[in-house]
């Protein structure tokens, strides 16, 4: 059974595997690097990332067109609804010493817009994903690495250009705050921390970021772990964050939320019967249902409690496992809603 997320996504943005799961359902996000030097390499740029206040994140950066680069292909997965932008990235590993540069471009055109300076991808590229979410004329850009998001980046179409605006360090600095208190806490040194993370665009036009980070994502016995979970939204027009809100959860709610932010909607699953697809439906189920006892504050939890009761008998009445099924993954696509 294979399983593949949707690069139109809530992913990401995510977004990261991390060895050993305990669900079917959890969607490629990233694979283990070679090697436990690279580990130790990555972990100490992070440490050495200079101390950036949460509410001020990346200066916006406008971009200028230019020629179509020589061998460059457009990401698949990359590409604006209408099919017009997309991502361009290097056909292969660039030589020693360059750096994989990617750009924005108008596909239709043969445009470039410009270059993309938080990205750093080429194509096929070992341990490493890019995605893009895009909402008219904005879009989302995460860069993936090993265990978690490397740069997470808004794209702000304007005119023949754009406006680049980073996200991602604010959403990692956050978690690593709430990561080194809860190290603080428990007397041990602080391990920093890889993050998952997924966004949504909403009605609003605002941004909405989930993200969990765990600081021992090979999962390896006798380690202590710290997890912690961020919420954030982002205001475009205002150009600030109107909530960052990161703190510290468990191990285990670490597993369920990680499986429970992905968007069920873009999943391509392929079942070999209907009753193993009702199977990892109940397992998917629970999982978004216990996210939802955490996440949402007691009193709505009730009421949403009270409506599952309801929907259970629902279930139960159809007339057969094909349209209990259909019963059923409607209502894990309307709780994962309640997620966000």
């Not at 993309?116 to 004329?137: C, G, M, P, R, T």
């Not at 990561?179 to 806490?185: I, L, P």
């Not at 600081?215 to 006798?222: A, V």
């Not at 670490?254 to 990892?280: C, G, H, M, P």
Request: glycine fraction near 6%; aromatic fraction near 10%; charge should be negative.
């Amino acid at each position: 059974m294979s399983h593949h997320r949707n690069a139109q996504s809530n992913q990401s943005v995510s977004s990261s595997d991390r060895g050993l799961r305990k669900s079917n359902w959890a969607g490629v996000r990233t694979a283990l690097h070679s090697s436990l030097l690279m580990f130790a390499c990555e972990r100490l740029r992070m440490r050495l990332l200079p101390a950036v206040p949460l509410l001020l994140f990346g200066l916006a950066a406008s971009a200028m067109g230019g020629e179509w680069p020589s061998g460059f292909v457009v990401h698949s997965g990359t590409e604006s609804p209408s099919g017009r932008y997309g991502i361009l990235v290097p056909p292969q590993e660039p030589e020693s010493n360059e750096n994989g540069d990617c750009y924005l471009a108008d596909i239709q055109s043969h445009r470039v817009l410009g270059k993309l300076k938080a990205v750093d991808y080429f194509e096929h590229q070992n341990h490493a994903f890019l995605s893009a979410i895009w909402n008219a004329d904005r879009c989302v850009v995460t860069r993936e690495g090993r265990f978690g998001f490397d740069t997470i980046s808004l794209i702000e179409l304007h005119g023949q250009g754009f406006r680049e605006v980073d996200l991602g360090t604010a959403i990692q600095h956050s978690l690593d705050a709430a990561t080194a208190k809860e190290a603080a806490k428990d007397h041990v040194e602080n391990p920093g921390g890889f993050a998952t993370a997924y966004v949504r665009f909403g009605e609003d036009d605002r941004i909405r970021f989930r993200a969990v980070s765990t600081s021992n994502p090979k999962q390896l016995d006798n380690v202590h772990t710290c997890c912690t979970l961020f919420q954030g939204t982002y205001d475009p027009s205002a150009a600030r964050w109107t909530v960052t809100d990161a703190r510290p959860i468990t191990a285990a709610m670490f597993d369920t939320l990680y499986d429970a932010y992905v968007n069920t909607a873009d999943d391509t699953t392929q079942f070999s019967t209907e009753q193993a697809k009702a199977d990892a439906y109940d397992r998917e189920l629970n999982e978004v249902y216990s996210a939802l006892r955490f996440i949402l504050p007691k009193t709505e939890f009730e009421k949403m409690k009270e409506a599952q009761v309801a929907w259970l008998k629902e279930r139960d009445a159809a007339p057969s496992i094909e349209e209990k099924n259909r019963r059923v993954l409607a209502r894990i696509k309307a709780l994962q809603e309640r997620l966000w």
